[in-house]
């Protein structure tokens, strides 16, 4: 059974620093894996998608990148600014194309 | 470019009452189409997935059942509400089942 960790589960950082949210997960069968992000009482939205062949997706400044094999993802996320507070959530695609979700890192940027 | 609605935005329903939540997206055909549900402080569960019309898969078993009668319409249902189906209920579609999900902007379900 798929289980997948978020480290760390809270974050506050003032603006303009880099910061690194960590995705773990047990079952390396994977499709992919996919980031996103949620606002309070919002629903999910997707920021970035990485195919189980692929090491990495860049999209303005976010990148993430996949180690499948240690299972193992990344979500690199420079300059911080007040508008990337939110909660960032992992999940990878395995068998049966399940998706299972992390519990997510809330991030709070100060300006 | 596709758009999924989810209707109603907000819903208090007492205990033992039914329940009828609608998800439909535009701008595609033949999507893979999920509800999720997320709970106070936990993470998302898939509940029910479908990848046609009148096909559905549920991954959790309890009160809750889903129907596909339209390609880009799926409908999250109960027949009697407990308390511990309050949550905030998510539908997803991709176009692949390896593709990446888009979700609707989820529906706040209380059960009082």
């Known amino acids: 059974k798929q289980e997948v960790t978020q480290i760390p589960a809270a974050l506050s950082v003032p603006e303009g620093e880099n910061l690194v949210l960590n995705c773990s997960f047990t079952d390396s069968a994977i499709y992919n894996l996919q980031w996103f992000r949620q606002d309070p009482g919002k629903g999910l939205t997707s920021l970035l998608l990485i195919q189980s062949s692929q090491r990495e997706q860049t999209s303005g400044r976010l990148n993430a990148s996949l180690d499948k094999s240690s299972g193992r993802s990344t979500l690199y996320i420079a300059a911080s600014q007040p508008g990337d507070s939110a909660t960032y959530l992992c999940a990878p695609l395995g068998g049966g194309f399940k998706t299972i979700f992390g519990a997510g890192t809330r991030l709070f940027v100060k300006a | 470019s596709q758009t999924i609605h989810q209707w109603p935005a907000t819903l208090v329903q007492p205990v033992g009452s039914p329940l009828s939540l609608e998800c439909t997206v535009e701008?595609?055909?033949?999507?893979?189409l999920y509800w999720y549900r997320q709970a106070a402080g936990r993470g998302l569960q898939l509940l029910f997935y479908?990848?046609?019309?009148?096909?559905i898969s549920s991954e959790v078993p309890q009160n809750l059942s889903a129907s596909r009668p339209q390609d880009r319409q799926f409908i999250l249902s109960s027949k009697k509400l407990l308390l511990s189906d309050s949550g905030f209920y998510l539908c997803a579609w991709n176009n692949l089942p390896y593709n990446e999900q888009f979700f609707g902007p989820g529906t706040r379900l209380t059960v009082l």
């Open positions: 479908s990848v046609g019309i009148g096909q």
């Open positions: 701008g595609t055909s033949n999507p893979n």
